[in-house]
């Protein structure tokens, strides 16, 4: 029994000997910190653990004025970083490093390591409840305009280990609606808040939707548009800043059709004025999706951003407001 206890107290020793520490990290830092342009008087960085996969960093030197100096060692702070994420005994998300140039020269800088852990960093996990609140939300404003089909039109809602789909967030989708004499497609995902990350965001803050003659539309062809809309809305979350472009120009010649889609052979994206209420992080626009045919735009000057000029020249043709 004695022996044992020993042993047990010689490995607590060890792996105790093991732990990195911020002190260890102050020592590892200061050397490379040291070596700051000769303008520098502090720097301060800023850098996050992983989380849902992600991590992030900032910060720089500065100098007398408080002006940014490059030459910023963030290779050195991400590897200490991970050393103390590794080795951490109470939990954290967040690491300071500070460093302070001293006014007698020959002597070393002053560097501190603060881990901190700050709860509005915390990325929504898998099972998040604002994830069902937006598909909510949603639903209620297209029941509220006329009869939602019972299913969805198109659902590509494959995931990855934090629930995310390809925009971002669990619902990658498009919903039908019946409003009189139209069908509208929609899509249903696209302000869904990001999984895996904690921005008090609506995804990238808009859905789109296009509208068709419900008399005349087949079946085929409604999924054929619904594949296409999700596909469109791939873009859109690749883009993150389409909403806002669209707001600003009105409409936006975005992306070229396929030949299966012929004669349509362009995308319109333009401003409805129609909003969704009641998602998690507030309202979000619809956005109207048009497609067209080169002839339409023929002759236009598409040399200004988005050939947003030769946009609403074609919507202003078919009579579609903005």
Partial sequence: MKALGQNKFRQGIQEHAMQYTPSDAIRDLRPILDRAPPEAVSGEWVATTTQAGVSSQSGTYRNIKGAAVDAAPHKIIRDVVEKLEKSQTQPFNKVIVRWTKKKMPFLRGRVTVETIFDPAIVPRGPDSPVYEAAAVARLKFWRARGDVADGFAADRGEVNIH????????????????????????????????????????????????????????????????????????????????????????????????????????????????????????????????????????????????????????????????
Avoid at 239 to 247: E, I, L, T
Wanted: proline share 4%; net charge negative.
């Fill in 163 to 322: 629930n995310q789909t390809k925009w971002f967030g669990p619902q990658r989708r498009v919903i039908a609606v019946r409003i009189g004499s139209t069908l509208t497609l929609a899509t249903d995902g696209l302000s869904t808040p990001w999984a895996g990350i904690a921005d008090q965001e609506n995804g990238v803050e808009c859905e789109l939707f296009m509208e068709f003659d419900a008399t005349t539309i087949d079946d085929k062809k409604i999924d054929d548009w619904a594949h296409l809309l999700i596909s469109i809305g791939d873009l859109v979350a690749d883009g993150y800043a389409v909403a806002r472009d669209v707001k600003k120009h009105g409409a936006i010649l975005f992306c070229r059709l396929t030949d299966d889609y012929s004669p349509m052979s362009r995308i319109i994206l333009s401003h409805d004025g129609a909003q969704i209420e009641g998602l998690p992080f507030g309202s979000v626009p619809l956005i109207r999706v048009t497609p067209i045919t080169e002839v339409e735009i023929e002759g236009q000057d598409q040399s200004d951003d988005w050939a947003a000029n030769a946009a609403k020249y074609a919507l202003a043709n078919r009579q579609v407001g903005i």
